[in-house]
């Protein structure tokens, strides 16, 4: 290969995939590719996700696209998709490279190869137990870094897909997770995100928990922590009581409730009941007075009735979510739930709709209860020359008026008001 090839990266799905297309994107350059977000790249890498179909469908879309677009480029697909489905990517994907979760850091490598013999790649090969440094690095490019922490899920949910994509629980080293925290220190990042596939489980595999790893980054001197998506059963009194002693971690918390019916969330095979889900909500607002809880709901599950869904509609009012993530059921060919009797697509339709408008009053409801507090917004890249934008410790969004303030910088504000989506916010006085 002698000239420089281009490469672009389209990361599909969520924030662990994020960290692992830095990985990617990182192998790539130091394989002598040049990075590019030009539609004509030379190689087109799709990082994909399987959770549901909408994911698989733009991941198809995109490679039918670039095709069509460069008919000599090379496509490369990697990630949750060809791990969990390895047969239906190798034969019916339009990919020359195909590798699964256990080999995205040698995906470079194996790209070059193709440019060389033309011979398509399909490498899908069992995953480890091992953590796979290799495969993910902070991901820098927004105001938050975001350092993967875990992977891998052992809850086996009954609609879920993610533990034949991604493995059993394994856990980063605390001392990578201080390295990775010091590095994004240095680099100008006043928060750190720490995520995972299943955050919760961080260290059972090592005999810590997540708290040490809190604490870890904490000793980097960041200003702020925040954590992605919890389970709620792994949320216990013993592990909230910790986590309220490191004061630069952020009183925001993202519990995945999935369904406000018991039976719902038996039938899930989630591993809580609504008031346990309800003790974790009230014994967090107790240890972080003031923090914002956020959720994911799906709507018209296998078996969902009517009074189901009333449920998850009064129960989402009663725990009062600042946001709310609305899904409707997506069927994964190889879960329990594929096999269930299945829910009419107008009825999930109708219901998601109903869920979504009573989301945008409960965060009308959450904004509007900011007015008059105190916070401290870290600034997000500029988005207009009218205002600076950025969010604050519980992830209130807040726009500050006729300010342009650098990014990465932290400002005290007073709420004095909110609009749709946003609470407006003055610089308070020293």
């Known amino acids: 290969m002698n000239e420089k ?11 662990v995939n994020c960290c692992e297309s830095a990985a990617i994107e990182k192998s790539f350059l130091e394989n002598g590719f040049i990075k590019t977000e030009d539609n004509n790249a030379d190689i087109f890498i799709i990082n994909s996700c399987a959770v549901t179909g909408t994911a698989v ?3 198809r879309h995109a490679a039918s696209r670039y095709r069509r677009d460069n008919p000599d480029g090379v496509i490369a697909l990697c990630g949750c998709f060809p791990q969990s489905y390895p047969d239906e990517a190798g034969l019916k994907f339009d990919a020359d490279v195909i590798m699964g979760n256990a080999d995205k850091d040698k995906l470079a490598g194996h790209v070059r190869d193709f440019l060389e013999t033309r011979v398509k790649t399909v490498k899908i090969n069992k995953l480890s137990r091992e953590f796979c440094g290799s495969c993910s690095i902070p991901d820098e490019d927004r105001t938050r870094a975001f350092i993967k922490i875990e992977d891998g899920c052992d809850r086996f949910c009954s609609y879920c897909i993610i533990p034949a994509a991604r493995g059993r629980v394994r856990s980063l080293s605390l001392g990578d997770i201080k390295e990775q925290a010091l590095k994004c220190c240095e680099n100008g990042h006043r928060e750190i995100v720490l995520t995972g596939i299943n955050l919760g489980c961080y260290g059972q595999d090592m005999g810590i928990s997540l708290y040490d790893a809190v604490k870890a980054v904490s000793e980097s001197g960041v200003s702020r922590i925040r954590l992605s998506s919890l389970e709620p059963e792994m949320m216990t009194d013993e592990l909230i009581e910790k986590l309220g002693t490191v004061s630069s971690l952020c009183p925001h918390f993202h519990l995945s409730l999935q369904s406000g019916s018991d039976a719902v969330l038996k039938k899930m095979n989630r591993k809580y009941t609504t008031e346990q889900f309800s003790y974790v909500a009230k014994k967090l607002r107790e240890v972080f007075p003031g ?11 296998p078996y969902e009735s009517d009074e189901d869904f009333d449920k998850s509609v009064r129960f989402a009012e009663e725990i009062g979510f600042a946001k709310i993530h609305v899904f409707p059921y997506s069927i994964r060919k190889g879960t329990l739930a594929a096999e269930m009797p299945q829910i009419q697509p107008s009825v999930r339709t109708s219901r998601t709709r109903f869920l979504v408008k009573k989301a945008a009053a409960l965060e009308e409801e959450f904004l509007l209860s900011q007015i008059g507090r105190q916070g401290t917004v870290l600034i997000e890249k500029p988005q207009s020359a009218l205002y600076s934008h950025g969010f604050t ?3 209130t969004p807040v726009r500050i008026m006729g300010k342009e303030i650098p990014r990465h910088t932290l400002v005290k504000v007073k709420i004095t008001g ?4 946003f609470c407006i916010g003055k610089i308070s006085e020293e």
């Open 291 to 301: 923090c914002a809880l956020t959720t994911d709901i799906i709507v018209g599950f």
């Open 57 to 59: 469908a733009k991941a």
């Open 418 to 421: 909110a609009d749709k989506g």
């Open 5 to 15: 090839k281009s490469f672009k990266i389209l990361t599909l799905g969520c924030k």
């Open 393 to 395: 410790e519980n992830y």
